[in-house]
């Protein structure tokens, strides 16, 4: 059974903003990455680390597009399959892990969590 990959419902629309500005190339490239969410867990080399104990956080690359990352957490205190939710399509630039550290922190609701870096 497919898991579901979606943003949290209260940001929907910040992420749906996300994906309006790249080229049409970027956003296939990002929607055929979270097709394969829905079946397979991401690949361990991308992963930035782990937040509140609980949320595996990774800038994931998107095919055909180099200089975005879509950013996801898997909720590991959930049963298999983990939940996969949706924070972003983030530019590769600077850095993509914390960029999206920051914002799975505001969408979860997060008010200073642990975080272990994948990558000290």
């Not at 929607?31 to 690949?43: A, F, G, N, V």
């Not at 509140?52 to 994931?60: C, F, G, P």
Request: glycine content about 4%; aromatic content about 6%; proline content about 10%.
């Amino acid at each position: 059974m497919p898991r579901a990959v979606e943003p949290v419902p209260k940001y929907r629309f910040e992420v749906l903003e996300d994906f309006e500005a790249p080229s049409t190339k970027c956003v296939t490239g990002a929607d055929l990455s979270l097709e394969k969410l829905e079946d397979h867990d991401p690949d361990p080399q991308e992963r930035c680390g782990l937040l509140a104990d609980r949320y595996e956080l990774y800038a994931l690359a998107v095919p055909n597009c180099a200089h975005l990352a879509l950013v996801v957490s898997l909720d590991t205190a959930q049963h298999r399959p983990w939940p996969c939710i949706l924070h972003g399509l983030l530019s590769r630039r600077g850095q993509p892990c914390e960029t999206g550290r920051k914002r799975a922190m505001k969408h979860l609701n997060l008010i200073n969590p642990s975080w272990e870096p994948a990558h000290a």
